[in-house]
């Protein structure tokens, strides 16, 4: 008797545990549906199409090798979007969408007084994935996919200018899409201490407590670090964590250090922090710095175009962060219209001396680094 669609599935998604972490199954696998099995193709549906891209580019040889192993016969596993989600505009990270950038600051908004505005071109359609931010990228959109269910707390950490915000933000944005209503507190750590302290010495803690433990279903904290300064923020966040947490609200935070590494951190803090998903965004490597500038360029409609030997050379020699990096494309593009100049490499190197030099005395002073050999001979 052949394997029905459904069988068929669940002895792949158990084989695909040999080569396939098992948070990953769970987070891009086990939610997806079997619709068909015939004439040598299993047809899975995903609930959007960025979901449907990724598991094919990530998972698809994987996959099909187990499902043929499984089913005794050639067999290539297809996925395609669900049908009662292909009418929603879909979630892409590789592909610019003009109506996801064109929503207004603060779209999400929850009415919160304490919560700070979203930037429109924080979402995941601007995002670009690359090996540095591939799990973080990951677990963000299976935050935005599930609130409170998948990877909560969800903790992101890494140095200024990676793309932390840009991917907190894109949650919120997605959030929201998918549940209209849904009360969105995005806020920095420094302005939670801030109004701690004034809430104590105006007397409205209750008010400030309500504001956030109760009023909120995402909760979003950018620079958490910054609570390390005091006993009494760290004391009312400690509460406001529990009680959101118990509440099955989503909570997601951003640092510039793992939990680990605060040492101002109250241990009860660092342990619930870490109880749900840590994922580090680190430096961009070239490849992933050339498709950053390209979409750059891109999403902003630039009407000159920058030629692919000059974005090279820029992501050659520019490898301090996301934010520079594109920083540089307007500089370069505004140095050629005030030189009246054609774009080329040695214009960008003259236009971008300042940050070209500062990457290559970065590299310098990595390299000085000093040996083994040294240190014994310094101590001893």
């Given amino acids: 008797m052949p394997l029905s669609a459904k069988d068929l599935w669940k002895r792949v998604l158990e084989g695909a545990k040999r080569d396939i972490p098992e948070p990953m199954i769970q987070t891009w696998l086990s939610s997806n549906v079997p619709l068909s099995y015939e004439s040598g193709t299993l047809v899975v549906t995903t609930p959007d199409d960025f979901a449907k891209k990724w598991n094919e580019e990530k998972y698809g040889s994987a996959l099909t090798a187990v499902a043929t192993e499984a089913a005794g016969e050639p067999v290539e596993v297809s996925f395609q979007v669900a049908a009662d989600r292909q009418k929603r505009p879909q979630m892409d990270l590789f592909v610019p969408q003009a109506a996801a950038t064109d929503q207004p600051a603060g779209g999400p908004s929850s009415g919160n007084s304490s919560a700070e505005p979203l930037s429109g071109r924080y979402n995941f359609a601007s995002f670009v994935i690359g090996k540095s931010n591939e799990l973080a990228a990951a677990a963000a959109h299976a935050v935005a996919e599930a609130p409170g269910k998948a990877y909560n707390p969800f903790f992101i950490y890494g140095a200024t200018g990676l793309g932390k915000t840009h991917l907190m933000q894109a949650i919120a944005h997605e959030a929201s899409f998918k549940t209209p209503g849904m009360r969105v507190l995005y806020i ?13 010495r105006d007397r409205t803690m209750s008010d400030l407590r309500k504001r956030y433990r109760f009023d909120v279903d995402l909760f979003l904290v950018d620079d958490v670090h910054f609570i390390e300064r005091g006993e009494t923020v760290q004391e009312e966040f400690f509460h406001t964590f529990n009680a959101l947490h118990g509440a099955g609200k989503q909570i997601v935070l951003t640092s510039d250090r793992p939990p680990t590494e605060m040492p101002g951190l109250e241990a009860r803090l660092v342990s619930r922090f ?25 999403q902003d409609h630039l009407q000159t175009v920058v030629p692919d030997d000059v974005l090279q050379f820029i992501a050659e020699n520019v490898r301090s962060n996301v934010r520079e990096l594109e920083g540089c494309i307007i500089k ?49």
Avoid: C, W, Y
Avoid at 189 to 197: L, P, Q, R, S
């Fill in 188 to 200: 920095s750590a420094e302005k939670f201490m801030n109004e701690v302290i004034e809430g104590i």
């Fill in 274 to 298: 870490q109880s749900g998903m840590v994922a580090d965004i680190t430096q961009p490597d070239l490849e992933h710095r050339v498709a950053i500038l390209r979409t750059k360029q891109e």
């Fill in 332 to 380: 370069l593009l505004l140095f050629a219209s005030l030189r009246h100049r054609e774009i080329s490499i040695e214009l960008a190197r003259e236009a971008l001396a300042d940050k070209i030099r500062r990457s290559s005395e970065g590299e310098a002073k990595s390299d000085a680094l000093p040996t083994i050999e040294k240190v014994q001979e310094v101590v001893a």
